[in-house]
């Protein structure tokens, strides 16, 4: 079983950036695809962006295009999430899931497709 852990949350200013990290171990990271996810207070987990096994696809829903980059670093076994010009209403539990899969370059939106999980990470954006 592979296990995921977040870090890099806080709170921060409306504007701001941060940069969130989610190391992976247990499995060999280079064959998962990876995602962010976060879950707002009150609201279903959604899909932020997503990254292939290969890193030549990602994916990010339009409201954080422009302004949230996904990346992985295999020699480290991370994923990343930058996030730039932080809003108030992107303040959630940013969570990193892991789907492996024989493609090197799908990439998952799809909750249902992710089974395994970090504990999760809290962003707070003040306004």
């Known amino acids: 079983q592979v296990q995921l852990a977040e870090s890099g949350g806080g709170l921060v200013q409306a504007g701001d950036s941060m940069l969130l990290s989610c190391a992976v171990s247990?499995?060999?990271?280079?064959?998962?695809?990876m995602a962010w996810f976060r879950q707002a207070p009150g609201k279903e987990r959604e899909f932020v962006a997503g990254?292939?096994?290969?890193?030549?696809?990602?994916y990010a829903i339009d409201s954080v295009k422009g302004r949230f980059t996904i990346s992985r670093y295999d020699a480290k076994n991370t994923v990343y999430l930058q996030m730039n010009s932080l809003k108030p209403e992107e303040t959630a539990v940013y969570y990193c899931?892991?789907?492996?899969?024989?493609?090197?370059?799908?990439?998952?939106?799809?909750?249902?497709?992710?089974?395994?999980w970090g504990q999760g990470t809290q962003v707070t954006v003040s306004s």
């Open positions: 247990g499995r060999p990271f280079s064959d998962y695809a």
């Open positions: 899931g892991a789907h492996r899969t024989q493609s090197t370059r799908v990439v998952i939106s799809t909750i249902l497709g992710y089974r395994d």
């Open positions: 990254i292939s096994r290969d890193s030549t696809n990602t």
